[in-house]
């Protein structure tokens, strides 16, 4: 199963509302997750299950879709979410992420 | 508190052999699932391995690009997750993660906590 992430990248200013999506090469139900990855870090899980929001992560942060297309939703932009975010399926073997999309400042 | 810390990358010739290990704490490690995932300098993620818990006898999963090559394994009387790594290549070169998993409504998830990696370099 391939996962392809648009954009690829984008440019945004803190406040803004962004979305990325996350598109899967065949059905894969709600086994969908977002990672956070900012430099020189290890991911961060921010969603499982296409839209529960991982423990502690702010709830500017959404997730929906379900069978190929999904979303990440981050409500109002800030600071600390200039980053790179990844989803991954967990429907079969093996296991894919997509190609990441980078949240860069405007 | 949950802690991952990987060890044994470094710096291996083309066709060599290098064993990444993984100790937890924090938790047992029988109860979770434990993936090792991957990423090539500059590249995205890429999955690796996936070793099933106690319940789920141990058994493990491989992607294609490693397979044969790649064993993961655990020793839970040590709380340490493995990556024996054979028949290195330059395109391995990545830093290695390991990942805590966790399931919920028959689906099992990577990654609640992850390690702070650690870089294996294929070489001549």
């Known amino acids: 199963i391939q996962l392809t992430q648009s954009p690829s990248s984008l440019s945004a200013s803190v406040g803004d509302r962004v979305t990325i999506t996350c598109r899967a090469s065949?059905?894969?139900?709600?086994?969908l997750a977002w990672f956070q990855q900012k430099p020189g870090k290890a991911p961060k899980l921010l969603i499982y299950?296409?839209?529960t929001l991982q423990s502690g992560v702010p709830s500017r942060f959404s997730g929906s879709g379900s069978g190929t297309d999904f979303t990440l939703t981050i409500r109002s932009l800030q600071p600390e979410d200039f980053a790179t975010y990844y989803c991954?399926?967990?429907?079969?073997?093996?296991?894919?992420f997509g190609g990441g999309t980078k949240v860069e400042i405007k | 508190e949950v802690q991952l810390v990987e060890s044994g990358g470094g710096l291996v010739q083309p066709g060599g052999s290098l064993r990444l290990s993984c100790a937890a704490s924090?938790?047992?490690?029988?109860?979770?699932?434990m993936d090792w995932v991957r990423q090539a300098p500059g590249k995205g993620l890429e999955w690796v391995a996936r070793?099933?818990?106690?319940?789920?006898?141990?058994?493990?999963e491989h992607a294609v690009s490693v397979q044969g090559r790649f064993t993961i394994s655990r020793d839970d009387s040590q709380n340490s997750l493995y990556l024996q790594m054979n028949s290195l290549e330059t395109e391995d070169t990545a830093v290695y993660y390991c990942?805590?998993?966790?399931?919920?409504?028959?689906?099992?998830?990577?990654?609640?906590?992850w390690g702070q990696g650690t870089l294996v370099t294929v070489s001549s």
């Open positions: 924090g938790f047992s490690l029988s109860d979770h699932y």
């Open positions: 990942a805590r998993g966790f399931c919920t409504s028959g689906t099992c998830y990577s990654g609640d906590s």
């Open positions: 065949q059905g894969i139900s709600s086994h």
């Open positions: 991954q399926h967990l429907n079969s073997y093996p296991l894919t």
């Open positions: 070793s099933r818990n106690k319940a789920q006898s141990y058994t493990t």
């Open positions: 299950a296409a839209s």
